[in-house]
């Protein structure tokens, strides 16, 4: 299993850099919130390309359980149109089917993108959508259905040349809250 542990949120210059640790054994991503070690999930914003959208992560605590909350607000002004928290992967199975996510929210639809070998260009990502509630749910999605962003890229993502996942609140005007608790291969 690999184990991915949360401590605390170091903000610089608008970007938040979230500690963890990753041990790749079986193929699986736990989010437990502790330890740290060079691995880190990290937020951004269209503001990177000019875009307007803003918001944060945080990593909070409810009834003993830690997750890391996205919140802001997106905007398509002035070309933009998303906020993401991002965390890169390695070391993944070859048999792997999909990531399994605990999650709530504000009833929005969200986004997983999947970045591998293959993305070279910044613009580049495979996506599954999700639809949030405000109760804690698990969403399974199978790495067979994601959507390539480029006919460039392969048609089905090779699990172990995956190095990055993200969560995104992407391309429509709206308030984005998304809690993360878990995220794990299957």
Same mark, same amino acid.
């Given at each position: ?8 949120? #170091? &903000? ?29 999930? &990290?937020?951004?914003?269209?503001? #990177? ?9 945080? &990593? ?5 359980? $830690? ?56 613009? $580049? ?62």
């Amino acid at each position: 299993m690999i184990s991915v542990r949360l401590p605390h949120v #170091v &903000v610089w210059f608008h970007t938040v850099f979230v500690a963890m640790v990753l041990n790749a054994t079986a193929g699986e991503l736990e989010m437990n919130y502790t330890n740290t070690t060079d691995y880190g999930w &990290v937020f951004f914003s269209d503001q #990177v390309m000019g875009g307007q959208s803003k918001g944060e992560a945080q &990593v909070l605590s409810e009834a003993g359980n $830690q997750f890391i909350r996205l919140k802001g607000i997106v905007t398509t002004a002035n070309n933009g149109g998303f906020i993401q928290i991002r965390t890169s992967v390695a070391g993944l199975e070859k048999n792997l089917k999909g990531i399994s996510l605990k999650v709530r929210g504000n009833g929005q639809r969200y986004y997983v993108f999947i970045r591998t070998s293959g993305t070279m260009l910044p613009w $580049q990502y495979y996506k599954a959508d999700f639809l949030s509630k405000p109760e804690w749910i698990e969403v399974n999605l199978e790495l067979k259905n994601f959507i390539p962003s480029s006919a460039w890229l392969r048609k089905t993502i090779r699990p172990d040349s995956i190095k990055s996942i993200g969560i995104v609140a992407f391309g429509r005007d709206h308030k984005a809250l998304i809690d993360v608790a878990s995220l794990r291969f299957f």
